[in-house]
């Protein structure tokens, strides 16, 4: 079957992030009055659920707090933006040699992240030029559905702005909640597992690797 498309799916796919948003979380939490500390172990737990927001308000709904979780979270965008902004971060191993792969085969590229388009902007700035925002043929974001991941939505907004059924794409996803939103769409998945992630269970993944290689595809 002619493969016609790559799908990287959550910021995370491109380059490692785990840390920056964690300690963004937590500098909202103390700069908003409350004393929250999401140590390494309870972020690693957190993250089975998708979406900065969403993690937040099961975190207050857990301790009968009462929060406003849009707002939160908003102001930890704004630090993490700040702090990849200050940085000049890595593709993560192997991502440089896949996209430059599809583009000499004639493959597209898709970004079907369902973030923020700060966050989505912060991202390429901190790649710099080891990445080409005109590369890939979508770029989905959060004001594009209404449902996250693990829904299929954006990733269903993505095949039909590529126009491509999912049969003809492959997805990569960084923790297991974002590899079920592509599984639900139809596509098989590769599990590249950000570095708080490798103890999800990827196991309806077509593969599982800590390093990208054209040889996949």
Same mark, same amino acid.
């Given at each position: 079957?002619?493969?016609?498309?790559?799908?990287?799916?959550?910021?995370?796919?491109?380059?490692?992030?785990?840390?920056?948003?964690?300690?963004?979380?937590?500098?909202?939490?103390?700069?908003?009055?409350?004393?929250?500390?999401?140590?390494?172990?309870?972020?690693?737990?957190?993250?089975?659920? /998708?979406?900065?927001?969403?993690?937040?308000?099961?975190?207050?709904?857990?301790?009968?707090?009462?929060?406003?979780?849009?707002?939160?979270?908003?102001?930890?965008?704004?630090?993490?933006?700040?702090?990849?902004? /200050?940085?000049?971060?890595?593709?993560?191993?192997?991502?440089?040699?896949?996209?430059?792969?599809?583009?000499?085969?004639?493959?597209?590229?898709?970004?079907?992240?369902?973030?923020?388009?700060?966050?989505?902007?912060?991202?390429?700035?901190?790649?710099?030029?080891?990445?080409?925002?005109?590369?890939?043929?979508?770029?989905?974001?959060? /004001?594009?559905?209404?449902?996250?991941?693990?829904?299929?939505?954006?990733?269903?907004?993505?095949?039909?702005?590529?126009?491509?059924?999912?049969?003809?794409?492959?997805?990569?996803?960084?923790?297991?909640? /974002?590899?079920?939103?592509?599984?639900?769409?139809?596509?098989?998945?590769?599990?590249?597992?950000?570095?708080?992630?490798?103890?999800?269970?990827?196991?309806?993944?077509?593969?599982?690797?800590?390093?990208?290689?054209?040889?996949?595809?």
């Amino acid at each position: 079957m002619t493969l016609k498309a790559i799908l990287f799916g959550s910021i995370g796919t491109l380059v490692e992030t785990s840390e920056f948003q964690r300690r963004a979380f937590n500098q909202a939490f103390a700069q908003t009055g409350l004393d929250w500390n999401w140590d390494t172990e309870t972020y690693v737990r957190l993250l089975t659920k /998708s979406g900065g927001q969403e993690r937040i308000q099961s975190y207050a709904n857990a301790r009968f707090i009462d929060v406003d979780a849009y707002q939160l979270h908003q102001h930890k965008t704004t630090i993490f933006d700040t702090l990849m902004a /200050s940085e000049q971060l890595p593709l993560r191993p192997g991502v440089a040699g896949v996209i430059d792969y599809a583009k000499t085969h004639d493959m597209r590229l898709a970004f079907v992240t369902a973030t923020s388009q700060a966050n989505i902007d912060a991202t390429f700035l901190a790649l710099g030029d080891q990445i080409n925002r005109k590369d890939f043929a979508f770029i989905g974001d959060v /004001s594009m559905v209404s449902a996250p991941k693990p829904n299929p939505d954006i990733y269903e907004k993505a095949l039909a702005h590529l126009n491509l059924d999912a049969h003809h794409c492959i997805a990569i996803e960084d923790t297991a909640t /974002s590899m079920h939103a592509a599984l639900a769409a139809g596509l098989r998945c590769i599990a590249f597992p950000g570095v708080y992630a490798k103890a999800h269970d990827f196991s309806d993944a077509l593969l599982i690797t800590q390093n990208l290689s054209s040889d996949y595809f």
